[in-house]
């Protein structure tokens, strides 16, 4: 017999399988040795009160053995069913793969960029010399960007599909089984790269095709349907589906759509910079403490406030993180955020960004790159004001908001450097004003925020597509032509890895319903 109760557990002791089965007997108020086995199924940290303590739902194992779950899937072979061509080898894009295998289907992915083994090198001349290279960068390889930008797994979109689903294969290609019960699951970047090759030999192995350096130039449309794809080798590849997951930085694409006069639409995004703390300072605002206790992870903040009827809100926070160069061009600067799966660097970061809507920008509304050109603009103004190499235009917090250049910048995690500048020369004045006033409402919010200690780096400007590809609700299909399913983050139907993996997996499975 097993029940489900739940239980608090003070920090240092909510992995002791010991106390954790005396705390649930006590709970059902039976005996002890009564419990023969006790299953976490989901974990929270409490920080409401003035003791931190783990919440857990627990299932319990009454005079029963627990069979631990195996996560592997047998995938069958693949080689001679019917290709599908996915063009991106982020989260959309390999989870659409493997559910074409389940489905039957062979997925042959077309990747731009490179293998993540290749592109670190790629990474480390953004990092140490300031060199972009438009193919091979933070945005662009296997992977996507979530491959080097933490792997954080906290999602809403519930309702999309299953999200165990996809944590269960991340857990299958080599993830902590901890994603499947923490509140907020978190992966890491320094062990994603060895999870997503991991996935890439299942694919391989079961008979798909993995390409890198294939980048897609063109479209093959004949009478209203899809054909395949042509390369920037010249090489056609054809195909009766092709599953559209490139990203929300791939702008040629949609000039390649554009061009190919396939529908296209200008959509809101968010903007503003990227924000770091010294890590103590949120745990001590989070944790009510002076020292965290080291049985705590780095505390995490969400902070949102109303001002002039628009939104400004954090984003994409990276406990113990690091401030990462993300331009996909040589001209601009786009940062973002990432943690190691230990969170043990001593700085906090998080986007903190001001909802745009389309009355905001100039220009007509059917412009379809109207929000496009807005974001780069003000990528290449913080290029311009950092003076160049990825140098990243900065201001202390108090400085920012009072309207005064910082005398100098403190320590932070930006490896390119940062060059302290007044961030109005940068952010529009709209977008601005905003965040100087919404600063101090979150530092009312929590203690502590408020402070010159923090820095503001600009810009951050990917948090989502400026673009949407228009699909139909029920088929997933382009309006214009069939067999083409616009998927994932940069079609404007994703935000984050586990929406973008969903959206893939529901792309696959709309495939499938025309490829019969």
Known sequence: ???????????????????????????????????????????????????????????????????????TVKYPNVQFGRPVIIVGAGPAGIFAALQCIESGLKPVILERGKDVKQRRR????????????????????????????????????????????????????????????DARPHIGTNKLPQIITAMRETILDAGGEFIFDAKVTALLVEFGKIKGVKLASGEKMTADAVILATGHSARDVFEMLHHQNILIEAKPFALGVRIEHPQEIIDQAQYHCEIRDPALPPSYYNLVEQVEDRGVFSFCMCPGGIIAPCATEADEIVVNGWSPSKRNNPFANSGTVVQINMEDVAGSDHDPFKMLNFQHEVERAAFKAGGGNLVAPGQRMADFVQGRLSNDLPVNSYLPGTKSTELKEVLPGWIHKRLQKALPAFGKKMKGYYTNEAILVGVESRTSSPVKIPRDKETLQHPQVSGLFPCGEGAGYAGGIISAAIDGVNCALAALKILK
């Open 1 to 71: 017999m097993t029940k489900e109760v739940e239980i608090v557990c003070p920090p240092g002791q909510h992995e002791d399988e010991a106390v954790i089965k005396r705390l649930a007997a006590a709970a059902l108020n039976m005996q002890p040795q009564k419990v023969s086995a006790v299953k976490i199924l989901k974990r929270s940290i409490d920080a409401r009160g003035r003791k931190v303590v783990y919440r857990m739902m627990v299932q319990v194992f009454i005079n029963e053995d627990y069979v631990p779950q195996s996560y």
């Open 122 to 181: 790629d990474l480390a001349n953004i990092n140490k010399q300031g060199l972009v290279n438009p193919e091979s960068n933070y945005c662009f390889g296997e992977g996507g960007a979530g491959t080097y930008s933490d792997g954080k797994l906290y999602t809403r979109s519930t309702k999309r599909g299953d999200v165990n689903q996809v944590l269960k294969a991340f857990v299958a290609h080599g993830a902590d089984e901890d994603i499947l019960i």
